[in-house]
């Protein structure tokens, strides 16, 4: 992935942003659209089999996306000139898919066997909101690192028109006639 034109990174850090994306918005559409209106058209113990369902489907998804995401983020580490905030990425994503684990082997399947409506019920349903939006903020960051990502080898300073086979740009000099 020596191509001093960036095409490689550049390639693969559209499929990178786009499994995030994809990733970040399942989940925020289940969390600000899906679920409320579940719970509105749905009687509350269809809506709790509803809400166990579609969690599991987001966490296969999840797993797809952000396997997808962790990988080309390591990938792209390789050929990055300072690994730092890739490898920061890469464990950010680790954590949005070990927080969907979690709540889904461990907080959906009690949900399932506790009485709705009962105290420990909210109090899971409590828990399970809190890890679900932990994952959905873990994705968010991840996706912000994998988007302000700069190209690898390029100094900060250095605009994107100075890299070989590109044409400089045009600049028009200013002159203070009040002088």
């Known amino acids: 992935m020596k191509d001093r034109s960036g095409l490689p990174d550049r ?5 990178e942003i786009l499994a995030l994306g994809t990733w970040l918005g399942a989940l925020a559409g289940f969390a600000f659209v ?3 209106l579940a719970y509105q058209l749905v009687g509350l113990s269809r809506f709790a089999a509803l809400t166990a369902a579609a969690l ?10 952000g396997g997808i995401a ?14 730092r905030w890739d490898l920061v990425r890469v464990a950010v994503i680790a954590v949005a898919l070990a927080l969907a684990t979690y709540e ?12 709705i409506g009962t105290a420990h019920y909210r109090a899971l349903h409590v828990e399970s909101t809190r890890f679900y939006g932990g994952a959905m903020l873990a994705a968010a960051v991840a996706l912000a690192l994998a988007a302000a990502r700069r190209d690898p080898g ?23 006639r009040r002088a």
């Open 154 to 176: 390029r100094p900060f300073d250095e605009p994107r028109s100075r890299r070989p086979g590109r044409l400089l740009p045009l600049r028009f000099e200013t002159h203070d």
């Open 11 to 15: 390639v693969l850090a559209a499929i």
């Open 70 to 83: 962790f990988g080309v983020a390591l990938v792209r580490s390789l050929d990055a000139a300072s690994r």
């Open 104 to 115: 889904q082997r461990d907080i959906v399947p009690q949900m399932k066997t506790t009485a």
């Open 56 to 65: 599991a489907v987001l966490t296969l998804w999840g797993y797809v996306f």
């Open 34 to 36: 899906t679920a409320p």
